[in-house]
């Protein structure tokens, strides 16, 4: 299984070295990759139904807990044939939609790591593993989104859909972590075993919170839907591979997959229910004022991911099993929507609905599984989407005091996602070809036949539900905790109630089309309302925390040696200061154990002393650096009198070098102004003060302390023991601690990088500067 | 501040000090001195011939850019850390002792080698900055 999820990285990066050769006739090779880990996880087919569950497991960094363990129940294996199936359309789809494009190598390597990254999201056992590959999903999609990287909307959408999904993956880092932690383990599969003491654990309700969050980002639910509408600005084959078919459903199985640990509480119930219930109605209306085919699609994709939510709230046997046909269902029509819209486009030149009609002239094939993906949105028997909405209506209907108005919401969101389904399936093919579109002709067979086989699967599995009852929907009911072998998929259910409320859907939603059209004017009316919509409403927050932090940048990156050093010392004598006072009323000095000062130590005070002085009074600069050098030696002698011989001579370099490189540099510094008047004399005076008086008292302190020689013992005596050193300073240095200061030599080299790439980049820009 | 005086003096220096610098590197096992010191001492006798003759001279005379001392000096320390874990097996950092003793180094070890690391680090980070600043003002 690893090395199913590896072989798209590895594609990626293939395309790195041979994607020139990928750019012309072979592209279509690349679809490959998708076929063969297709027909590998279909393989699996048998043994999943049989319900076993395929695990691999490699330990990666088990200190930490984090395993790559995969396993393929059936919810797993939904979504790899998913990811795998629609993967190998769109890759063969592709090849003819960006054909003879700059960067298709690039495109396909997205693709790909996509593929594996989404793979590995959906086997992963471990928690952790799992958000590193739901990290990578955003970031491919990222890319993705940016895909026509000259345009600036197409880089601010995958901005937006960066920051929002990315969000939503650091709040699953943090559910993971508290569910780690509560659960004591990582594995998924072994939370099952400890559901009761998850949920009963006082962190559950935050382990809801944060793993929702991450779910609702990804999955684009209200509020935070308004990233998927401005993804579609990536080509339509992304459109329909990451952000209709795999990648938005991730928040759906990751809801799927922690039902069984987390679910059944109220909080969770009425969560879902409510946010997916709003959800979809509120996408569903606004596909109402769409007339770009893609908008209306990313409205109806919301409506639907709302839907799936609810049901996941509803929560139900029925429920559940409704959401388990449901991503089969909308994966099916919805891919296929997105790819003739994407024919449309490509042949046609505009995706405005309004601008379409008569389309089927030229191109029946798109048009047929056009009609055929409508229907199946709308939920016409015999179509799959009719065995979708059935149980959908089936679970609403058995939800006690609050059935029917949760079936009114299910009924009418239908009813506009019918509308939506026939304004993309239906619209561009019917009526009168205008004579702008009548040379439009039918594009090469890569392009319509993905989608028309989609279409065609969706009513062969809605003729013969048995095809997916067992050997797919079942195991997935299972692996969510319910009973698989209850599930029964007929298309035909007899005369009652659900039928009536599937012909009242029909007949509303047909009217409803035939009524009301789409148009510009309506979709400006709709624009109105934007000053309230969450898009605006976070834009402007992102915006408003970007001035903050402008601002709050400017204050303490003000660009002043002085101020930062000031900042520092006062901080420091704030937060030492206050700890050394809070927690004793007076220091422990003993001042008695304390030798006499000698002559020549007094004598060493003073020249520093006076040298300081000197610092403080210079009138030049030379005067101020010859003086605080005086200051160092000073400081030297007085390690030489307490024999420390090796400091004093590190500190006597020291501060040769920095006096010498002060000359050096002197003659091209500004001139020496005053820059402090009297009052800013007087603050860093007092700041100076106060920050010798504390140290001078830690320094007190530290000596009435009784000292824990262990470690200096220890070093001393073994110096010459183990290390075969009698300077046991340079010993602890290249040998006890040597590791230390193989980190710290490394420092040093990153610090002197830094210094000579920053001075040597302002140099080059100078040096441009001149030449124009 | 090219004076004769310092310029020539300079020219005698910069020998006397690079020796000087070995001299303490070498010793820093036994007695007061080592790899880092060294260093800084012979980053001075470097900066000191470029102060006296100017920075184009001290480059000619070193060759190549003192940066190039810096990977040079990590990679020495870090092959001397790892020497243990390719010869006896033993872990990162393992002193690794020459069982005879030699003249004027002592006991030659890994330990030895690792310092002379240290050395070429610290003058190539310090040339490199000092270089580096004095260029660009």
Known sequence: ?772 | MKTIIIRTASNYMLPLLLVFSVFILLRGHYLPGGGFVGGLIASIAFVLHAFANGLGDTRKLLHFHPGFLMPTGLALAFLSGISPLVFTGEPFMTGLWYPEHLPIVGNLGSALFFDIGVYLVVQGVTLTIIFTISEST
């Open chain 1, 1 to 772: 299984m690893l090395t199913a999820i590896l072989s798209g990285f590895i594609f990626s990066v293939f395309l790195v070295f041979a994607g020139k050769f990928l750019k012309g006739k072979l592209a279509v090779l690349s679809a490959l990759v998708p076929l063969a880990l297709f027909v590998y996880f279909l393989s699996f087919l048998p043994q999943v139904a049989g319900g076993e569950v395929i695990r691999q497991e490699i330990s990666w960094v088990p200190t930490l807990g984090l395993d790559l363990n995969f396993a393929l129940d059936g919810l797993s294996l939904l979504f790899s044939l998913l990811i795998t199936g629609i993967g190998f359309l769109v890759f063969a789809y592709t090849a003819e939609y960006l054909k003879e494009h700059d960067y298709l190598d690039r495109f396909y390597g997205y693709l790909g790591m996509f593929m594996g990254a989404m793979l590995g999201l959906v086997l992963s056992d471990n928690l952790l593993s799992m958000f590193i590959f739901w990290e990578l999903t955003s970031i491919s999609s990222f890319f993705l989104i940016g895909f026509n990287n000259t345009s600036e909307a197409s880089r601010k959408s995958a901005v937006l859909a960066l920051a929002i999904t990315g969000s939503g993956g650091f709040l699953l880092l943090a559910g993971a972590l508290l569910l780690g932690n509560v659960a004591g383990t990582f594995n998924i599969s072994e939370m099952l075993a400890l559901s009761p003491e998850i949920i009963s654990s006082e962190y559950y309700i935050w382990i809801v919170i944060l793993l929702f969050g991450a779910a609702f980002t990804k999955s684009a639910q209200f509020p935070f839907h308004f990233w998927l509408p401005g993804a579609m600005k990536a080509p339509t084959p992304v459109s329909t591979y990451l952000h209709s078919a795999t990648m938005v459903k991730a928040g759906i199985y990751l809801l799927l997959r922690f039902t069984p640990v987390l679910g059944g509480e109220d909080i969770w119930n009425t969560t879902l229910i409510s946010v997916g219930g709003i959800t979809m109605f509120y996408a569903a209306v606004h596909t109402l004022f769409r007339t770009d085919l893609k908008g209306v699609l990313a409205y109806s994709t919301i409506s639907v991911l709302g839907l799936l939510v609810f049901l996941i709230g509803l929560g139900t046997q029925y429920a559940l099993t409704a959401a388990a046909v449901y991503i089969v269902v909308h994966a099916l029509y919805k891919a296929t929507l997105f790819l003739i819209t994407g024919i449309i486009d490509h042949e046609t030149g505009t995706r405005d609905v309004t601008r379409l009609s008569g389309l089927r002239k030229v191109m029946m094939p798109v048009a047929v599984a056009g009609f055929l993906a409508a229907l199946s949105s709308a939920g016409m028997p015999p179509f799959v989407g009719f065995i979708g909405k059935d149980l959908v209506y089936e679970s609403t209907l058995h939800m006690g005091s609050w059935s029917i108005f949760l079936t009114v919401l299910a009924i009418a969101t239908n009813i506009l996602v019918l509308y939506a389904g026939f304004v993309a399936g239906i619209k561009p093919f019917t009526g009168k070809l205008p004579n702008e579109h009548k040379k439009v002709h039918l594009p090469g067979m890569l392009m319509w036949l993905p989608p028309v086989i989609l279409a065609l699967l969706g009513i062969i599995i809605g003729i013969f539900p048995e095809i997916i009852n067992d050997s797919i929907i079942a195991p997935v009911v299972n692996s969510v905790g319910l009973e698989g072998n209850e599930v029964h998929l007929k298309l035909w259910h007899g005369f009652n109630l659900v039928l009536g409320l599937s012909a009242i859907t029909l007949a509303v939603g047909i009217l409803l089309y035939v009524i009301f059209k789409p148009s510009a004017k309506k979709e400006r009316g709709i624009a109105r309302l934007d000053f309230i919509a969450p898009l605006t409403l976070i834009t402007n927050f992102g915006h408003g925390f970007k001035v903050f932090s402008n601002w709050w940048t400017r204050i303490f990156q003000n660009g002043f040696l002085r101020n930062y050093v000031s900042t520092i010392i006062l901080f420091l004598v704030v937060l030492v200061g206050y700890s050394l006072f809070s927690d004793q009323n007076e220091i422990p000095i003993d001042l008695s154990s304390f030798s006499r000062m000698t002559y020549y130590e007094m004598i060493i005070m003073g020249i520093m002393f006076l040298a300081i002085l000197f610092v403080v009074g210079a009138r030049s600069r030379l005067t101020a650096v010859v003086a605080m050098g005086v200051v160092g030696y000073a400081i030297c002698l007085m390690f030489v009198i307490y024999s420390a011989p090796d400091l004093a001579m590190t500190q006597f370099s020291i501060d040769t070098l920095t006096v010498i490189l002060f000359v050096l540099v002197l003659s091209s510094l500004p001139k020496y102004l005053s820059i402090s008047d009297y009052r800013m004399k007087v603050v860093d005076g007092v700041l100076s003060i106060s920050f010798g008086i504390l140290i001078t008292l830690i320094s007190l302190e530290v000596l009435g302390e009784p000292v824990n020689k262990e470690i200096s013992n220890f070093y001393a005596d073994n110096a010459y023991v183990l290390a075969k050193g009698k300077n046991v300073v340079n010993v602890i240095l290249v040998d006890f601690r040597g590791v230390d200061t193989l980190m710290e030599i490394s420092v040093l080299t990153i610090a002197a990088l830094g210094v000579f790439s920053l001075l040597k980049l302002r140099l080059r820009r100078d040096d441009r500067e001149l030449k124009d």
